[in-house]
């Protein structure tokens, strides 16, 4: 079975502090993505990377950044973080084109 | 980019009826349309998946329409079960890029 693991389960910041957002995958895949999950908004896509290093903006980039050095991480880094990022963060994964994401279980964060 | 539209935001049946739920997408080169079910405390997970070149797909109580033309896929399940109760969410992918509903919220009375 293909295991997404997020670091934290909840994790409360305060205003203006940097957030670390980890995800580690175990099946080798290439793709990986950090969504956003607010009420009535569904999944929002933050960022995506379809290899190490490399990244794309999804749709609502604004501050927030990301880092794949491995294949297997990816982070989420929220620079300075704000009330208005108090979410759930979902990451998730695939290896092809078209086939199917497999989600970690969501990190909520609560920005004081 | 591709905007997916979802109705309704809730729904209630009772054990025993059926449930649709529809989602409209915007962009025709779309070619991939899951399907996932959210239970409290827990991502997202895949039900059932549908892809452009397909107009029905079914698995057991669950099955997935898709109208091309219109632009617009349904989940139905049949004889619902309380343990069908959860947020469930369309998406459609093209290329790398896959977005999503803004979710069903179903609710299964026994």
């Known amino acids: 079975d293909v295991k997404v693991t997020q670091s934290s389960r909840y994790l409360v910041k305060r205003t203006g502090e940097k957030v670390f957002l980890e995800c580690v995958q175990d099946m080798d895949h290439e793709n990986m993505f950090w969504y956003r999950q607010d009420p009535g908004l569904g999944l929002r896509l933050i960022y995506f990377?379809?290899?190490?290093?490399?990244?794309e903006k999804g749709d609502i980039p604004e501050g927030y950044s990301v880092s794949r050095e491995k294949k297997e991480r990816f982070s989420l880094i929220l620079e300075s973080a704000s009330t208005n990022q108090t979410s759930m963060y979902l990451c998730a994964t695939n290896n092809m084109v078209g086939t199917e994401a497999f989600f970690g279980q969501g990190t909520r964060l609560t920005v004081v | 980019g591709e905007n997916v539209e979802q109705h309704p935001s809730t729904l209630s049946v009772q054990e025993g009826d059926s449930a649709v739920i529809k989602c409209t997408y915007s962009d025709s080169a779309s070619n991939y349309f899951p399907w996932y079910k959210q239970e409290l405390g827990k991502g997202p997970q895949l039900i059932i998946d549908?892809?452009?070149?397909?107009g029905e797909k079914k698995d057991q109580r669950i099955a997935v329409t898709l109208n091309k033309t219109a632009k617009h896929f349904s989940l139905h399940i049949t004889e619902t079960q309380p343990e069908d109760s959860a947020v469930y969410f369309c998406a459609a992918s093209i290329n790398n890029d896959m977005r999503f509903g803004a979710g069903t919220r179903l609710t299964v009375k026994p």
């Open positions: 549908i892809r452009s070149n397909v």
């Open positions: 990377s379809y290899d190490v290093k490399m990244k």
